[in-house]
């Protein structure tokens, strides 16, 4: 069974800092690229960042870019954003989701999400 | 940027109805585009990939169709569980967009 495990959300300032952690079992890790990809309330998802199964190959969306680092560590099965600078407008919550490949990004596993809330 | 656009917005169907939603790209993304449906309070749900191919366990009443602009998915008879937002996905260039979304709902 696929399972992915999203941890390190939660409520912070504007202006700071927070890493998500996603761990993952079930599947070969480094055959597939992974994605983090954010949902506003109620609001459509949104990609944030993608990076390709061998983690030399990374995306960022615009309203990011600059400010989160996507990372992967293939001996821990785990998936890291990096989310400095953060806004009000990054609140959202925010999902691990395993590519299609290693290069193939549509998402066909999801974690259960973590809230990630930017307010003073 | 490709946007992604879907209609109608709300469909509101009863259950044993076909259901027919739409979703048009800005420009041409070959057969790169993905559906998946949403239940509150749940992760989005992967349905169909590369336009028609029909994701592990998804039921055959869902099918895709399309290319290029213009895509569709079908739901031939509308099950309880199918009641829920169905969101479209290009992935032929980054940033990978969804569309807005169109929420099929219990008339």
């Known amino acids: 069974e696929v399972l992915l495990l999203e941890s390190g959300g939660g409520l912070v300032q504007p202006g700071g800092s927070l890493r998500l952690s996603c761990t993952v079992s079930g599947f070969t890790f480094r055959g597939y690229a992974m994605s983090w990809v954010r949902q506003a309330p109620g609001k459509g998802p949104e990609c944030v960042s993608g990076i390709n199964g061998g983690g030399d190959g990374s995306y960022y969306a615009d309203t990011v870019q600059g400010r989160f680092t996507i990372s992967r560590d293939n001996s821990k099965n785990t998936l890291y954003l990096q989310m400095n600078s953060l806004r009000a407008d990054d609140t959202a919550i925010y999902y691990c989701a395993k590519g299609g490949g290693p290069t193939t990004y549509y998402f066909a596993s999801w974690g259960q999400g973590i809230l990630v809330t930017v307010s003073s | 940027e490709t946007v992604l656009t879907q209609s109608p917005a709300t469909l509101s169907l009863s259950p044993g109805e076909r259901a027919t939603l739409s979703c048009r790209a800005s420009?041409?993304?070959?057969?790169?585009l993905v559906w998946y449906q949403q239940k509150p309070g749940q992760a989005p749900r992967l349905l169909i990939y590369d336009v028609f191919n029909r994701a592990t366990g998804i039921p055959a009443r869902f099918s895709g169709s399309g290319s290029g602009t213009d895509f569709t998915l079908t739901i031939s008879s509308l099950e309880p569980e199918d009641f829920a937002v169905y969101y479209c996905?290009?992935?032929?260039?980054?940033?990978?967009?969804f569309g807005p979304g169109t929420k099929v709902d219990i008339k």
């Open positions: 996905q290009q992935r032929v260039n980054w940033p990978f967009t």
């Open positions: 420009q041409t993304i070959s057969s790169y």
